[in-house]
RNA sequence: GGCGGCGUAGCCAAGUGGUCUAAGGCAGAGGUUUGCAAAACCUCCAGUCACCAGUUCGAAUCUGGUCGCCGCCUCCA
């Protein structure tokens, strides 16, 4: 008998979309938790309500972790579709030529957020085999059927259908479904697995050939392939925004259910939308804004990233110049806690400090176990900044105290990365204006003092006087 | 029209039957500290949870209705 580990002690549950109830989580294979992300499609760089969803499943994905099981991820790129090949068409590129343009500013964006790494990310143009066969096999069981060279899934032999949406297929608006015209579904309301090419498109070597003949794949399989390839036929979290619901996510589960006889995943997160003067965000409205325009501003990731996380993942997150600035305020709260305690470099420890980082990082984790209430986790957080800068101003926190409050931060910025990095300045011409100003002030030459602190703004450095000495830093974080 | 969701202070936002005389953040007011500046600390800032009716010993939390807003059903994602 060995000694099997204990299982992880907590309390981990989400509020599954299926079933609409919070549901403690329960993993397939206690050694690895499989998640898959629907993640961009490559036709031009996403703007943050993508974000929103790829921030959310990155905090799923590190709660997850800190509730102790390994996560294998997967976020899929979709590299083919309408979107991407009207997009290449319009920028006059080969449509390989302009996705890889995309999917690399994507990566780059992931970085600048803060995102953890996926363990892949599948491009839908190398997985069309994996959808011709799970097609083929819709079409030899019956679920699928070729007209005028598309395939098409026949959603009436799925009784399913509509389940994690709550659509009633006979409720489902059809003069307002799309382009009658220009399918030839036997119900419109069927989804397209593979649609026959157009000329031009055969002409630029987009198409595929099968025996339907030259075809490209529709976006609702190719998130099923992938999600298959590299996670197998049930994942245990699916992680998308609300707008994929219907019919994206319904669609995934008419396939992947009718070929397996199972539901692709145990849980579904889905994150909300990123709105803009109470409307969504989106490229076709006009109001989207992407992770360059910020950093244009002069905004960084982390800021950026807190943002999206400052709010319930579920709730929607409403985008404003103001709102931005303000997390950006509650950060620098942070901030200034931590270069606090950074800066502390002696004093004697008090014991109870013990019991504060106790507390908080207990409420902090139940509260993110508890459906990634964040809210409630920062509550936690800047409950005990307070309780630390208040024994900073009446001295009462050691050195070894100040450690085991970092310490407790660097553990809960597992699951936030929103920590400030550590700020190396070796501008010796800074380091020597502020050597001067101090020496200013010592013999109490205030004008000269003001003069070199001007001079040190200049250069875009803030001074700070404490009671340990100055300390200075970039003014930008 | 169908389906899903939301409505808590100036703003953002937790809390979903008693510990709520309602967290936390932003903004604001006064004070302490400070050569200046920055930060910090202290105090104040919802008699009330869209509205109405009901259930209950007890409701922001449950039920019914009303109003308002958002999303999906089409583009967008």
């Known amino acids: 008998m060995v000694a099997d580990v204990e299982p992880p002690e907590t309390h981990l549950r989400f509020l599954d979309s299926f079933t609409r109830k919070l549901e403690p989580f329960v993993p397939i294979k206690r050694e ?42 997967v976020m899929n790129i979709t590299d083919v579709d309408d979107r991407t090949i009207d997009a290449a068409e319009e920028a006059g590129k080969p449509l390989m030529e302009l996705t890889e343009e995309v999917r690399v500013a994507f990566m780059a964006d992931l970085e600048t957020l803060r995102v953890k790494h996926a363990a892949h990310y599948p491009q839908a143009s190398a997985h069309i085999n994996d959808m011709v066969d799970l097609t083929s096999k819709l079409v030899d069981r019956g679920f699928a059927y070729e007209k005028l060279k598309s395939v098409y899934f026949d959603i009436g032999k799925f009784s399913d259908y509509g389940k994690l949406s709550g659509m009633d297929l006979e409720k489902v608006q059809l003069g307002a479904t799309v382009d009658l015209d220009r399918y030839e579904k036997d119900d419109p309301r069927d989804f397209t697995l593979f649609k026959r090419s157009t000329l031009g498109e055969i002409k630029k070597g987009l198409g595929h050939r099968t025996h339907w003949g030259s075809v490209r794949p529709g976006w609702h399989i190719e998130c099923a392939a992938m999600a298959m390839a590299h996670l197998g036929e049930e994942v245990d979290i699916h992680v998308g925004g609300v707008d994929l619901i219907f019919p994206h996510h ?149 050195k070894s105290d100040a450690d085991r409050v970092l310490e407790a931060l660097y553990r809960v910025d597992a699951v936030l990365a929103l920590m400030p990095g550590e700020e190396a300045m070796d501008d010796q011409h800074v380091a020597a204006l502020v050597r001067e100003r101090e020496a200013a002030r010592e013999v109490g030459d205030y004008a000269r003092a003001d003069a070199l602190r001007a001079e040190i703004t200049a250069q875009g450095v803030l001074v700070e006087d404490t009671p340990q000495g100055p300390r200075y830093r970039r003014q930008s974080n």
Request: charge should be positive; include cysteine; glycine fraction near 6%.
């Open 32 to 73: 690895e938790v499989t998640m898959y992300t629907c993640g961009p499609t490559v036709h031009a760089v996403p703007h943050i309500g993508l974000y929103r969803r790829v921030v959310v499943a990155d905090l799923v994905r590190r709660t997850v972790e800190l509730s102790g099981y390994p996560v294998k991820h």
């Open 250 to 398: 319904e669609n995934e589960i008419a396939i992947c259910q009718s070929l397996t006889g199972k539901r692709p995943a145990h849980t579904w997160i889905h994150s909300g939308l990123v709105t803009v003067d109470r409307g969504k965000m989106s490229r076709a409205a006009g109001n989207a804004v992407t992770v360059q325009d910020l950093l244009e501003r002069g905004y960084t990731g982390r800021q950026v990233r807190h943002f999206l996380l400052s709010t319930h993942y579920r709730q929607p997150l409403r985008f404003s110049y103001a709102a931005l600035d303000a997390a950006c305020e509650a950060l620098n709260r942070l901030d200034e806690c931590v270069r606090n305690l950074r800066a502390l470099t002696k004093g004697s420890s008090y014991e109870d400090i013990e019991r504060y980082v106790g507390d908080f990082e207990h409420a902090f984790s139940q509260a993110l176990f508890d459906d990634l209430n964040v809210s409630a986790a920062f509550a936690a957080l800047f409950q005990l900044v307070r309780c630390v800068n208040r024994r900073l101003a009446q001295g009462r926190l050691g």
